[in-house]
């Protein structure tokens, strides 16, 4: 069985894929593909720099992606602009990859984690069961700000940048509650496990 897994930012997708890692599944991973896309001499790098300008770029040739984030953080036009840029090429690899461990692992299951899945449900008619890790707004306000040492009027743009956590939890199939210790979180995982591995 392969799972969607998605959820807000800072919600704990990470921390749930890797659990499900460690348990044998398979990983596609949109925020490290969207990295690579970005990379110096990459053709999504270029047509970004076309849009926004060379002052997105360090000295180095690499992504300022603190300015670019500032950016499309705070304008919905910019971020459409960027979205519209990179994520037709970060869907194709994302579906390469599934496409590529199911011809070579058949019957292995694999997690593939979007942050921005429910964004574009449509995007993603292969991918039929959706798990959303879910923890409220205010957990997830504190762990944001925690994690990235940002303020609190940069940790909302970005939440405000998504569809509300409570939205995608109505559009889960299953879903998640890390909003407890890391143990009541394994437990859940594990029960999630079991049922990717019955129904593979
Ligand atoms: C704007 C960028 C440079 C900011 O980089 P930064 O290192 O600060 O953040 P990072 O890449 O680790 O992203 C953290 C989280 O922000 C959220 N996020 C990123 N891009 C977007 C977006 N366009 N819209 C809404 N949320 C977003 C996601 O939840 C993501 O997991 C970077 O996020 C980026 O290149 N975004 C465009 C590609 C994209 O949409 N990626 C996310 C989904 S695949
Ligand atoms: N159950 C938990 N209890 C306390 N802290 C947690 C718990 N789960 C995750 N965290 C912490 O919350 C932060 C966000 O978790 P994580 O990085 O897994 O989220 P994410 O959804 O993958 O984030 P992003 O959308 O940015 O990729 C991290 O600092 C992580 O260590």
Do not use: C
């Not at 990859?97 to 449509?122: C, F, N, T, W």
């Amino acid at each position: 069985m392969n799972i969607g897994l998605t959820g807000g930012i800072a919600t704990g997708k990470s921390t749930v894929s890797s659990m499900l890692v460690e348990k044998g599944a398979l990983l596609v991973d949109a925020d490290v593909i969207a990295r690579e896309v970005m990379l110096p001499g990459h053709p999504v790098l270029l047509a970004v720099t076309a849009h926004f300008g060379q002052e997105i770029l360090l000295a180095d040739g690499s992504l300022n992606r603190k300015r670019l984030g500032e950016i499309i953080f705070h304008n919905p036009s910019e971020r459409q602009a960027l979205n519209d840029i990179t994520h037709p090429a970060i869907r194709q690899e994302i579906r390469r990859q599934v496409q590529a461990y199911e011809r070579e692992h058949p019957g292995q299951p694999v997690v593939v984690d979007i942050p921005l899945l429910l964004e574009a449900r449509e995007e993603y008619p292969y991918l039929n069961t959706i798990v959303v890790v879910y923890v409220p707004q205010e957990v997830q306000l504190q762990r944001l700000m925690e994690r990235d040492g940002i303020s609190k009027e940069q940790a909302e743009a970005r939440l405000s940048s998504q569809l509300d956590i409570e939205q995608k939890k109505q559009l889960a199939d299953i879903v998640i509650d890390n909003s407890g210790t890391l143990a009541d979180t394994e437990q859940q995982v594990d029960k999630l496990w079991q049922r990717m591995v019955r129904e593979a």
